[in-house]
């Protein structure tokens, strides 16, 4: 007996340090243990965000400010928050706001009205003093355009306040009133209010779209744009 | 091998830096320094960015020292296969994530973060280099333990006392 119990005792002592307590299929059992842990708590964390987005509801309520694109009389408003400096704003303006003009704008179902979010750096803030003192003008569509065709990384300098009065320049805007509206900081405290209108609404993000004050969530899908606007202008009709 | 959790514990300080420059970034409410390269704020202040009010740079915090711990306890027996897998289970979930993240960097946002990015890599690195272990380590039961002289000692007594 006291035999046996000695020749068990090395086998017994390397236990304690992990070399032969598992098999293989132990192995196996622990990763896939370990697998589904991880796929549960990375589903989780993904559910979990989006649960919050969701729920990150939006209020607004009737449009007051912004600068209109197309007739200010026309039934139904897509109001679009915005930065300069926000590439995907670039891509809506050039995608989906660019179809509603064609579609509704031009023929004066709807009107488009940019309010500005510049919350992605100083380069947004200029740039949206800058297209303020473009509006003092009447050319703030022209500079608007002209500041997404400017864009490039975010706060490198393209949207620098230099390059915003060659953009002026080139956009065919008289040079020194814009060079005093924007060197005064003429437009600082509104752009600041706004800025500060959209936090309040809840927006944490741009582009974000309304149509007749409703949450546009998937505005990159047209049709789903365009099904929304229809109602709002069958609404109004009706009304 | 033996160096192996080193190396990964040296990867989460690198990671580690990264989601502490985030977060002091966030909290601190000044921009993120992108070097011209990317859209490190717009990505960093989208609806994707936090979960339930949790930023997602200090949920990598959390998983940086993580697996920072899980690396330095596995280097003080890198044949332990339950360390080396809890370590493997945490880089798959950092990397899964990460990867979900890219994801929604590129097909939602059309926004890069090299930051997040470069998280990224090390998270996918990490996971690589534990499942090369995972594959290459011999299961436990195949391993032959390296006895040491006390060990030996007391086998050859037991060998005698057998004979004896």
């Known amino acids: 007996m006291a035999k046996t119990k000695a020749l068990k005792r090395p086998v017994q002592q390397n236990a304690h340090r992990g070399y032969r307590r598992q098999a293989p299929t132990d192995r196996r059992r622990l990763v896939f ?8 708590a990375v589903v989780g964390l993904i559910i979990a965000g989006g649960a919050l987005r969701d729920s990150n509801k939006v209020s607004h ?7 209109v694109l197309g007739s200010p009389d026309a039934p139904v408003t897509i109001m679009a928050w915005e930065d300069f400096q926000c590439p995907i704003c670039k891509a809506a303006n050039a995608s989906v706001l660019k179809q509603v003009e064609q579609d509704y704008v031009t023929a004066g179902k709807a009107k488009i009205l940019f309010r500005q979010f510049p919350f992605l750096g100083q380069e947004s803030i200029w740039a949206a003093e800058a297209s303020q003192c473009a509006a003092d003008q009447g050319k703030f569509w022209d500079y608007h355009d002209a500041l997404f065709n400017a864009q490039g990384a975010e706060n490198s300098g393209a949207l620098s306040k230099a390059n915003l009065k060659r953009i002026a320049g080139d956009t065919g805007l008289d040079l020194t009133a814009f ?26 993000g741009t ?16 049709a789903s744009l365009k099904s929304m606007i229809d109602a709002a202008l069958a609404s109004a009709t009706k009304s | 091998m033996r160096r192996l959790p080193y190396l990964l514990a040296l990867l989460g300080c690198l990671g580690l830096g990264i989601s502490l420059y985030l977060v002091t970034a966030h909290y601190g409410k000044k921009p993120i320094v992108c070097s011209g390269v990317g859209d490190c704020n717009y990505v960093n202040s989208s609806d994707y960015a936090s979960v339930a009010g949790v930023p997602v740079s200090l949920l990598g915090v959390g998983m ?16 332990d296969e339950r360390r080396m897998i809890f370590y493997w289970g945490l880089a798959l979930s950092g990397a899964g994530y990460a990867g979900y993240l890219t994801y929604v960097e590129l097909e939602i946002l059309h926004a890069v973060c090299v930051w997040c990015v470069g998280s990224a ?10 499942t090369a272990a995972l594959f290459w ?11 040491s002289p006390a060990t030996a000692g007391r086998d050859a007594d037991a060998r005698r006392r057998s004979a004896g």
């Open chain 2, 121 to 130: 890599i090390i998270l996918a690195t990490s996971l690589t280099l534990s």
């Open chain 1, 33 to 40: 243990i370990a697998a589904a842990v991880a796929v549960v």
């Open chain 1, 61 to 67: 309520e009737a449009p007051a400010e912004g600068f």
């Open chain 1, 179 to 204: 060079n005093t509206c924007f060197d005064s900081g003429a437009h600082q405290a509104s752009v600041q209010a706004e800025k500060q209108e959209g936090a309040q609404l809840g927006i944490s």
């Open chain 2, 64 to 79: 940086y020292a993580t697996l920072i711990a899980a690396a330095l306890l596995w280097s003080r027996d890198w044949r």
């Open chain 2, 137 to 147: 380590l011999p299961a436990a039961s195949e391993v032959t333990p390296a006895r």
């Open chain 1, 207 to 222: 582009p974000t779209i309304f149509v007749n004050g409703t949450l546009v969530k998937d505005w990159r899908d047209y």
